[in-house]
């Protein structure tokens, strides 16, 4: 049949289909750290299955070995590269607590 004589079925678009996060030899482990890693923000958050792509077992291992890693200090609970300044909001109350009477 010609295109022009099926005006109502769709094309076949071609997409390429992500590659899986976690391939079948990974071993999901507190000491893989490079596996880790990727699965946290940048915020030391864990990210969630639906940006991780991954399946539900394979997310609670993932988490079960993030939270390993971090209690045996591995990884940081929080991860605070910007250090906030905390010298303003310390004079601002120290102002407050001396007041002459």
Do not use: C, H, W
């Not at 769709?10 to 899986?20: A, E, T, Y």
């Not at 915020?43 to 045996?72: E, P």
């Amino acid at each position: 049949m010609d295109k022009s004589k099926r005006p109502f079925l769709k094309s076949k678009r071609s997409f390429r289909r992500r590659l899986p996060p976690i391939q079948s030899g990974d071993r999901i482990d507190y000491r893989n750290m490079s596996l880790i890693s990727r699965f946290i923000s940048e915020q030391g958050k864990i990210l969630s299955r639906r940006v991780n792509r991954l399946t539900l077992k394979q997310q609670r291992l993932i988490t079960i070995a993030i939270k390993q890693a971090r209690i045996l200090s591995l990884l940081p609970f929080l991860n605070n590269e910007k250090q906030f300044e905390r010298t303003e909001s310390t004079t601002r109350t120290m102002g407050l607590r001396t007041r002459n009477k």
